[in-house]
């Protein structure tokens, strides 16, 4: 009954095993010689300056919401567009067209907002 | 269920292990001669077993023992446990998304069939799925789902470095892989509204189907636009050339996993790889007609002008030559993602965004819409 989530679980953990073989090689044949600069984090050479955890631009934000919205509206779009056919064959055709329309008009017009309000520009 | 433990860890075996990450491999192999051909070099050609030098090849295998025989270690200041499990949530949503995927049509048992509407009709018994590994309907839905898993890899590797490179590479990435899913869901609405279905195998049988008596309903016949739009996307995706910002080596070295050596390293560029296998195998399912031969179905080849047997070809043959044409679309399109990576310089990120949002975005919209409203005046 449940066939289909019992052969993709087989498959992840076949995939999480081969990872994990994968390593476990890498640490038996690897050598293991730590120094105080090696373990250093990578800065071109130079001495690590401050922290890396610091603030980054804000646009990496906006991008992150806009995907939230925009990605829910996919979800929504995807069983209309699998159905649309059938709602065609049963004469409906029209009402459910003009329906998405109205809904993609209104994603378009967020589309247009966050556009005019400059939230997909990098510069 | 014993059974179905041994034939899944059958065709896993079959399907990813040995397709996929054998395509995987020989492309990092592939990628180099490529570049070399492009520039005018002769490429990777020393590694020799004895004498064999076999065009270079063996180079994989002297890349993957070099990785093995590494030291693997987490730098002072990173983040232990999250650097530590960074490549598997790479490596793993990579293989997992190729469990929907057909290589092959169902099988009907004691080769029992009719065609009817340009697709074999099982008359005795359930069909059988040996030919991809999980039969799930909703497969197009549970690759979209994967496929949005592998941004923690990158972006936690990225940001559990505690490095100022990974960290801006970690966030580009993440920005560009959420940006990019958008647009790749999107522009397959249309396709779904033509075959009506998300499940993978279906759609593809869906595409034998004949447009005015001789022209195969492949996806890139019906949505010419959205093949494009989506394979753009699907290379944006796997942060390959021409959209590699996030790794980009003239800005941050090597981006999101600078800090990484030996294996951990190799997981986060095999995944890369296999992710490039995924994308020629979603683009030959979805637009390319995935194991479809044109006017072969499971009796023979068909006549297109009047629809009758023109030559009888046995059904375990023709299974061969479904999946052999399966095996040949994805390389030609593994091989058009390595043109395309040698060919085009990089872009920059405001460019990447601009692409995204402002192009692919809009022209799907409206692509939706013409889909739409062609298949209410066609009706």
């Known amino acids: ?123 | 269920m014993l059974v179905l433990i041994a034939l899944t860890l059958l065709k896993v075996v079959g399907i990813v292990l040995a397709f996929v990450m054998l395509v995987a491999t020989i492309m990092t192999w592939a990628d180099r001669k490529q570049s070399a051909l492009i520039q005018d070099r002769i490429g990777p050609n020393r590694a020799s077993i004895g004498s064999v030098r076999a065009a270079g090849l063996i180079h994989i295998l002297a890349d993957a023992l070099k990785t093995l025989f590494k030291e693997d270690f987490t730098p002072r200041d990173a983040n232990q446990g999250l650097f530590r499990i960074a490549p598997f949530l790479a490596f793993v949503p990579a293989l997992l998304a190729f469990a929907v995927i057909p290589v092959g049509d169902t099988y009907c048992p004691d080769g029992a069939f009719i065609v009817q509407n340009f697709r074999d009709v099982c008359t005795a018994g359930a069909q059988a799925d040996y030919f991809r590994v999980s039969n799930m309907g909703a497969g197009l839905l549970c690759i979209f789902a994967i496929v949005s898993l592998g941004v923690y890899g990158a972006s936690i590797g990225g940001w559990a470095s505690n490095n100022k490179f990974a960290l801006i590479g970690g966030v580009r990435v993440t920005a560009q892989m959420v940006s990019y899913e958008v647009t790749m869901g999107l522009t397959l609405v249309g396709l779904l509204m033509i075959y009506g279905t998300v499940d993978l195998n279906e759609m593809v049988r869906a595409q034998g189907t004949l447009l005015w008596g001789f022209v195969p309903m492949w996806g890139i016949v019906t949505q010419p636009v959205a093949f494009f739009l989506f394979f753009t996307a699907a290379i944006a995706e796997t942060k390959r050339p021409p959209f590699d910002i996030p790794e980009a080596e003239s800005e941050l070295a090597a981006g999101y996993f600078v800090e990484y050596s030996s294996m951990r390293f190799a997981l986060f560029t095999l995944s890369e790889y296999v992710a490039s296998v995924l994308v020629a195998m979603m683009v030959t399912t979805l637009f390319l007609g995935g194991w479809q031969v044109p006017y072969l179905y499971g009796d023979g080849l068909h006549n297109p002008m009047t629809g009758d047997l023109a030559l009888s070809i046995p059904y375990l043959l023709v299974k061969v030559i479904q999946i052999g044409a399966f095996c040949f679309k994805v390389l030609a399109l593994c091989w058009l993602q390595l043109q395309v990576r040698w060919t085009l310089p990089r872009f920059r990120y405001d460019q990447l965004m601009k692409l995204g949002w402002k192009v692919i975005l809009p022209l799907s919209l409206i692509n939706v819409l013409v889909t739409g409203l062609w298949l209410l005046v066609a009706a």
């Open chain 1, 1 to 123: 009954m449940y066939e289909q989530y019992i052969t993709l679980g087989i498959l992840a953990a076949v995939a999480v095993v081969t990872g994990a073989a994968i390593l476990f090689l890498n640490s038996i044949l690897g050598p293991k010689r730590w120094t105080a600069s090696k373990l250093d984090t990578f800065e071109t050479g130079n001495e690590p300056e401050g922290d890396a955890r610091q603030r980054f631009s804000i646009r990496f934000y906006l991008v992150a919401i806009l995907f939230i919205l925009f990605d829910i509206e996919v979800v929504f779009l995807f069983p209309w567009a699998v159905l649309y056919r059938q709602y065609i064959a049963a004469g409906l055709g029209l009402f459910v067209f003009i329906e998405m329309l109205v809904f993609i008009s209104i994603l378009g017009v967020g589309l247009a907002y966050v556009w005019r309000k400059g939230a997909l520009e990098w510069d």
